[in-house]
Each structure stands twice: as C-alpha cells, then as structure tokens.
C-alpha cells in the first residue's frame, strides 16, 4: 500500500485485507475499506473494480456517499444521521449473524444423551 494514494485509483492490499483509495469527492482524503466475509469485497474484470457495498464517508468533513462501480462512481443520496445510525445496526446485525452462524454447533444425538442422562440421573 503505497503512503501517497493518487486519486481515481483503488488501491487493493490482499495481505492485509483492506483496500484504499482518494476520496471520490475531490477532497483528497484517503478511505480505507476493510475486506472480508463481513467487511467490503472488491470484485475485478476488464471494466475495472467494483467496490460493494456502497463507500459512506460519514467520518469525513465531505460526508460523500457513493458506489464504486466497474471503475465508475456512481453517486448515492447523503444519508441523514437516521440512515446512518439504521446502516450501523444493519452491519452489526450482519456480522453477528456472520459470527453466530459459525460458532460450533452441539448436535442433536449429544443434546439427546444429555436428555437420558438427567433422566437417569447419570
Ligand atoms: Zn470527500
């Protein structure tokens, strides 16, 4: 990951599972996008990447919202604090789902035993 970004490119660190670029704006500030299962996933073709889900800079001065897109910017509404607090809850709520799926699951046949064993008193 280079320390000077240069606008208009998304730059993609797959040891370090994260990707980078200037703010779409023009207001120079540079986005780092975590990636992963529950994070953001970059997708490549002959078109360019495309960055889902969308990019929302709520913590910059700019505020700027948009879709990176097959190397295109699509731009997306500003959200209001509303939609940002529902948007934060919603990526919580994914990532606990994601989480929770993958926890060890106790199978039915050891739930059972454990059932005969207080019946017998075991
Ligand atoms: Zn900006």
Redesign the pocket.
């Known amino acids: 990951m280079p320390k000077l970004l240069e606008a208009g490119i998304l730059y993609v660190s797959e040891d370090f599972h994260t990707a980078a670029h200037i703010?779409a704006?023009?207001?120079g500030?540079k986005v780092r996008t975590p990636l992963g299962p529950t994070e953001w996933t970059v997708r490549n073709d002959t078109r360019g990447p495309t960055l889902r889900p969308s990019v929302g800079?709520w913590q910059?001065p700019?505020k700027?919202h948009y879709l990176i897109t097959n190397g295109n910017v699509q731009w997306s509404n500003q959200w209001t604090e509303q939609q940002i607090c529902a948007g934060r809850q919603k990526e919580h709520a994914r990532r606990t789902e994601y989480y929770e799926a993958r926890k060890p699951q106790v199978s039915w046949w050891r739930q059972l035993l454990d059932l005969v064993r207080q019946k017998l008193g075991l």
């Open positions: 703010c704006c023009g207001c500030q800079n910059l700019c700027s």
